[in-house]
């Protein structure tokens, strides 16, 4: 019995103490109000329409995170790069997408509410140009002064002219494999160079081939500055000159290394070279050209390819200047075109949007003709805007 009134009281006693007390601890987390910060508002956007030419699109607005990881940008649905933020202001570069009914959401994640902008107009940057297909292998593209694209297939080595508006027909065939091509100042030729001591040449209305010069040395690159001279080079031959008077200058420079391409503009001719040995191990250099036999002058630094941030790891390929000078590098990078302003920045040609693997790169006016290699060979044709990137 004594038990009994022992536990009896126990019990009482709880029950007072459950309902005379209260929880004074943190509040649950489903009792919480939501942490909301004011809804993010889209303005306008910079440019307001997106042509060929536009590598990053500004969105103006208010209430952006001044965090970058509380932004989210979305193009159609689909997520875009974000280059730089502030509360005001959001950057992104040119996404994968296109249409003239876009529709662009900003997400801050502190707000509940997303805001949306919307159409806008985003124009396609390129596609695939002179019908070629997937097992044609291909070694060369040259451009002329009219807007006519040249490709030499490698095997058959079968050589096409494609017209600006597309159409293609078989100018010839080149005697050897071609590794570059550049067409003469005249107009009238389409220069080959061939990793041989002989350098060919193809009238271009009849096709006929012929030799156009032999020098001392094998040469893979090259190209003609505005006096006729070809400046050309390859694996341990040194930069040479073939005049205008088809004549052979030997400048003495990178005898060792090996040259990967040669571009001439703006009254300098441009070398990407792997060296040997040294630092930097491959880079860009330029020289100014100082008379009208060729003369060069000494080498200027322009890219250590090793500050090149994530391309430092792909291979130089080719060279090509855009309309505004910027320079353009080939690479075999999944961002295939490299791109170094004239003030010394560098960016990714429209980053996400280009396949891989520039073999070689040639302009004429608004656009560039990139040669992909890989697996899939083709040619394609990019629209870099009325007055480049």
């Known amino acids: 019995m004594r038990r009994l009134i022992v536990l009896a009281g126990v019990v009482v006693t709880a029950s007072l103490l459950m309902t005379g007390c209260e929880y004074d601890g943190p509040t649950a987390m489903y009792h919480r109000p939501q942490e909301e910060t004011t809804a993010p508002v889209i303005t306008a956007l910079d ?33 875009a790069e974000i280059t730089s933020h502030s509360a005001t ?27 949306s902008f919307g159409p806008y107009r985003i124009d396609p940057v390129h596609w695939p140009f002179g019908h070629f297909t997937t097992g044609d292998e291909l070694s060369a593209v040259a451009t002329d002064g009219s807007g006519n694209v040249y490709v030499v297939q490698r095997s058959p080595r079968s050589v096409y ?3 600006s508006d597309g159409e293609k027909t078989t100018l010839g065939e ?25 350098i060919d040449r193809m009238d271009v209305e009849t096709g006929e081939v012929a030799e156009y010069f032999r020098g001392a040395k094998r040469v893979s690159v090259g190209d003609f500055d505005v006096h006729g001279n070809l400046y050309a080079g390859g694996s341990r031959t040194a930069l040479m000159v073939v005049t205008s008077a088809l ?22 001719v441009y070398v990407a070279v792997r060296r040997a040995s040294g630092t930097p191990s491959a880079g860009i250099w330029r020289h100014e050209i100082l008379d009208a036999a060729g003369t060069v002058g000494p080498g200027v630094l322009i890219l250590d390819w090793s500050e090149a941030g994530a391309h430092a790891g792909s291979a130089i390929q080719d060279m090509e200047f855009s309309p505004d000078g910027t320079l353009l590098v080939g690479t075999d990078h999944a961002d295939p075109i490299f791109l ?18 520039a073999v070689k790169l040639r302009g004429a006016g608004r656009f560039l003709y990139m040669l992909q290699g890989g697996q899939q060979w083709n040619v394609l044709r990019i629209d870099m805007g009325e007055t480049g990137m």
């Open 340 to 357: 170094l302003h004239a003030d010394n920045s560098r960016d990714i040609l429209y980053k996400s949007i280009l396949p891989g693997n």
């Open 247 to 268: 004549s052979e200058k030997d400048t003495g420079l990178y005898g060792t290394d090996e040259i990967l391409s040669i571009r001439v503009y703006g009254g300098s």
């Open 161 to 163: 002219r494609i017209t």
């Open 174 to 198: 080149a005697g050897r494999i071609v590794t570059d091509a550049v067409i003469h100042p005249s107009g009238a030729q389409l220069i080959f160079l061939m990793a041989n001591r002989s």
């Open 89 to 115: 202001r959001l950057t992104i570069r040119r996404p994968n997408r296109t249409g003239d009914s876009t529709t662009i959401q900003v997400v801050n994640t502190r707000a509940l509410e997303i805001a």
């Open 47 to 79: 440019p307001p329409e997106a042509p060929a030419g536009v590598n990053t699109i500004a969105i103006e607005g208010a209430h952006f995170s001044d965090t970058l990881a509380c932004n989210k940008v979305y193009v159609d649905g689909f997520p």
